[in-house]
């Protein structure tokens, strides 16, 4: 079974540019989920999709971070405009319900 | 509220040591716990969960957890450390269908 896919691996921009991951979850997971992991610290749920459905997204920055899980398979994440304190692991997670998640091995970004 | 506290930020070990990383709780219904390990520049791998039944959970690579509900602990051990444990360590709690993880623990293996 292929694990959770994301794109791109690595990431530097100057603070102000935009930014987008993509992630390609397990198939048939219907349940994906964005964490932002800042160094040093554990990681913090940003949105939760089901399919391609928000069920969760009290924790994102709204004002410059926006998801989207078209057709209920992968998904893209944006930092527009991107601020120092972003600079983080941000991962992708996928589970097919219950409690089966599998992360990815995240996008480390760093905005100077 | 949901929560999960790992008391030590950085554990410093001798290989073939014993070893014990803690973690504590606090929820206020009944809850799963799960150990993550996280390699440098990697994403976040299952060790062992307790989910319910034996209070005693074994993992992957000679980890083992015991789950204590008057402690609200879920501490992770193992009797004997290798240099390739090296990494940092995660308690999560799994509650309404997402995980609240501790700020994690650094294992550092000396030779």
């Known amino acids: 079974e292929a694990g959770v896919a994301q794109s791109p691996r690595y990431k530097i921009i100057e603070k102000r540019q935009s930014v987008a991951f993509w992630c390609n979850p397990i198939s048939g997971h219907a349940t994906l989920y964005w964490y932002q992991q800042i160094l040093g610290q554990g990681p913090k749920l940003l949105i939760q999709f089901q399919n391609n459905g928000v069920v969760d997204d009290s924790q994102l920055p709204k004002d410059r971070f926006s998801a989207e899980r078209l057709k209920g398979v992968d998904s893209t994440l944006k930092i527009q405009p991107a601020k120092l304190e972003d600079s983080a692991v941000y991962l992708c997670a996928s589970s097919p319900g219950g409690n089966g998640y599998t992360f990815g091995s995240g996008t480390r970004l760093t905005v100077v | 509220a949901q929560s999960v506290t790992q008391l030590d930020s950085q554990v410093p070990v001798f290989e073939e040591a014993p070893v014990e990383l803690r973690c504590n709780y606090s929820s206020s219904v009944s809850v799963y716990l799960f150990w993550y390990v996280q390699y440098p520049n990697q994403g976040l791998q299952l060790l062992l969960k307790y989910l319910s039944g034996s209070t005693l959970v074994k993992g992957i690579n000679g980890f083992e957890a015991e789950f204590n509900k008057s402690q609200t602990s879920f501490h992770l051990r193992k009797p004997s450390v290798h240099i390739s444990d090296t990494a940092e360590y995660f308690c999560?709690?799994?509650?309404?269908?997402?995980?609240?993880f501790g700020s994690g623990t650094k294992l550092n293996v000396k030779p």
């Open positions: 999560a709690l799994y509650n309404f269908n997402k995980f609240y």
